[in-house]
């Protein structure tokens, strides 16, 4: 299994690509969620893509375009997303982040609505360690592995 990730710089991102087998686009290393066909073109084999980033609205186009990309393929999309964003979230990094996250969660479940052979999840958090949260690294990599490894679709987990 080969892992694409967004965001793979700090974070969830980071944690999940240090230890995925996986391949990692950020703006660090020239690429960008708001310009998703950069990265559609360097997917590579990757079975499975982990949308993390958030960059403004390139959470939810990204979404879009990596649905539109595997839609019919058996590959596996998970997005790092939330179901609502509590103040606290938003004061801890900034006030239009609560709208970007739940524009990147409907177009997951807009996704999810469509008929396709690709599984989509949305594995919403509350307040990760990196903001002092209660919420670790190394739990949010083993749900994704829990999701991965579901002979059946799991389209939603809340931690």
């Not at 892992?3 to 690509?17: K, N």
């Not at 079975?47 to 609205?57: D, E, L, M, Q």
């Not at 393929?73 to 990094?93: A, D, F, M, P, Y």
Request: net charge neutral.
């Amino acid at each position: 299994m080969k892992v694409a990730i967004t965001g793979h710089t700090s974070g969830i991102g980071e944690a999940c690509f240090n230890y995925f087998d996986s391949i990692g686009f950020s703006r660090s290393n020239g690429f960008n969620n708001n310009k998703p066909t950069d990265i559609l073109n360097n997917l590579k084999d990757s079975t499975v893509f982990i949308n993390c980033a958030h960059g403004g609205f390139g959470q939810a186009k990204m979404m879009k375009a990596i649905f539109d990309k595997w839609r019919n393929e058996q590959k596996h999309i998970i997005n790092i997303g939330v179901t609502k964003v509590s103040v606290r979230c938003w004061e801890l990094v900034h006030e239009s982040y609560s709208v970007e996250k739940l524009a990147a969660h409907a177009m997951v479940d807009q996704c999810q609505s469509l008929e396709r052979k690709c599984r989509i999840s949305n594995l919403c958090l509350g307040v990760v360690e990196n903001y002092n949260g209660i919420i670790t690294y190394n739990q949010i990599i083993n749900t994704i592995i829990y999701i991965i490894d579901r002979e059946y679709e799991i389209k939603e987990i809340v931690l």
